[in-house]
């Protein structure tokens, strides 16, 4: 009759056979091993092996890699490091020539909306399309501001291009794989939010989905917001996909304003077209897609009726603050691309993008898909400032300055290097424009305001 022994594992390290340096070695090599991993050195397995941390999402990452894997690669990112040059320097010297502008008198409304994988899918070639989905959207895209936002994003980690727009920081000055919201806004921080509230500015933040996602309950108090509006502050909304619609975000604008007594700050965040489009359909694709497979055609149709519900969400904003007398400015854009399905197959299949592999892309493929439209609408200037690029970190502080507001050093820090034409800071070298003295300054800015001394408020 066989025996079987279960020892434990002191008892196991203790059997004659393994000689004493057996042992210290059988203890040493896991040691190296995750100290390889850690420190992520040359010939690290993470290189070698050609395993990246270009993930947009953490569960996909453990998926892929394995949990072991994932959270080890995660740890890189519990410390960051200040970068070279910093204790050089003070705050007040980082922020020289950075003085503030003389502001305007008139204080208007702001109200942003990120919505939610807002982008044009005619874009996509190969196809045909039942009608335009945003015949509203292009329509002041030809007699207001507009262009094209560079985010850091695409298909998903939709915070990282709200946390650029609303502070000036860039995704880009993170560890790669960063959420920013999720790991590093621990503290009171300086924002769109802080900046207009010290100014005379109610400050509301609405997201029509749970309060936690991503943190936001407590990041906008960091960011000085006075309220959060999340998904409970909805009376009897209407439900599109299994989520609060883009027309009922609108009405939630319409109301605050209605509800206001001086001048407001709005930054809204919709739910309706978050991904994956091959499940949540509408009862009734409002717009169709041909030429194209059956089961991307329904990805495409589900995609395509979000954002044409999208569009139609803007006009009944854009109609109502027409009809009033408060200067109002309007500031639309989406947050990435949307995913369409695995392995980019969406836009591989109809020819957008001619390589599935990202380590592969050319400059022209990088920004085609990390590129989604903006516009800015106002009811009170004839100002317009058409085919515009930039960087989602410049965006609120170009709103700021073009209406003479004031803004965080950061900001202020940005419009003079777009003054030099680079608006675009990028990790990718044929992408970025700033120079190495601006990103270095950039660089200096960003950590005191994160995790230095954290410079004015």
Excluded at 142 to 166: D, Q, R
């Amino acid at each position: 009759m066989s025996r079987f022994y279960f020892y434990s594992f002191p008892t196991f390290f203790s059997k004659k056979r393994f000689e004493s340096k057996t042992r210290i070695l059988f203890c040493f090599i896991p040691l190296v091993v995750f100290s390889i991993f850690f420190f992520e050195k040359p010939f690290s397995p993470f290189k070698f092996g050609g395993i990246h941390d270009d993930d947009w999402n953490k569960s996909i990452a453990y998926q892929r890699k394995g949990v072991q894997v994932g959270f080890i690669h995660s740890l890189q990112k519990v410390t960051i490091e200040p970068p070279d040059g910093y204790y050089d320097v003070t705050f007040n010297e980082l922020s020289t020539q950075l003085e503030e502008e003389i502001e305007t008198e008139i204080r208007p409304n702001f109200i942003f909306v990120m919505n939610e994988s807002f982008w044009d899918p005619t874009r996509l070639p190969n196809l045909t399309f039942s009608e335009d989905p945003i015949p509203f959207f292009r329509s002041l895209q030809k007699n207001h501001t507009s262009g094209e936002l560079i985010v850091p994003v695409l298909g998903g980690s939709t915070a990282n291009t709200e946390f650029e727009v609303l502070t000036g920081n860039s995704i880009h000055l993170l560890p790669q794989g960063s959420l920013a919201y999720s790991q590093f806004v621990n503290h009171p921080h300086p924002s769109l939010a802080s900046t207009l509230k010290n100014h005379g500015y109610e400050t509301v933040a609405i997201h029509s989905y749970h309060d936690w996602f991503y943190r936001r309950n407590e990041v906008y108090t960091f960011f000085d917001f006075d309220r959060f509006e999340s998904y409970r502050s909805f009376k009897n909304p209407e439900y599109r996909r299994n989520f609060i619609s883009d027309l009922e975000v609108s009405k939630q604008i319409i109301n605050e304003h209605q509800n206001s007594e001086g001048p407001l700050f709005i930054f809204a965040v919709t739910m309706q077209n978050h991904g994956p489009y091959n499940m949540r359909h509408y009862p009734e694709d409002r717009i169709q897609v041909t030429d194209m497979p059956e089961d991307i055609t329904k990805v495409l149709n589900n995609y395509s009726t979000g954002v044409k519900d999208a569009d139609d969400s803007l006009q009944l904003l854009v109609n109502y603050f027409r009809k009033i007398d408060d200067p109002t400015v309007i500031v639309f854009f989406g947050d990435h691309l949307p995913y369409l399905g695995a392995a980019y197959e969406g836009y591989t299949i109809t020819g957008y993008l001619n390589d599935a592999n990202p380590r592969f892309w050319e400059k022209d493929d990088y920004e085609k898909m990390y590129s989604v439209p903006f516009v800015i609408w106002d009811n009170f200037s004839d100002e317009k400032n058409a085919d515009l690029r930039m960087s989602s970190s410049f965006l609120g502080a170009f709103v700021l300055e073009k209406y003479s507001q004031p803004q965080t050093p950061i900001m202020r820090f940005l419009n003079k290097t777009a003054t030099k034409g680079a608006v675009v800071f990028s990790s990718r070298r044929d992408v970025n424009e700033f120079s190495p003295e601006d990103a270095k300054r950039y660089h200096l800015l960003q950590y005191d305001q994160l995790f230095g001394g954290q410079g004015p408020r």
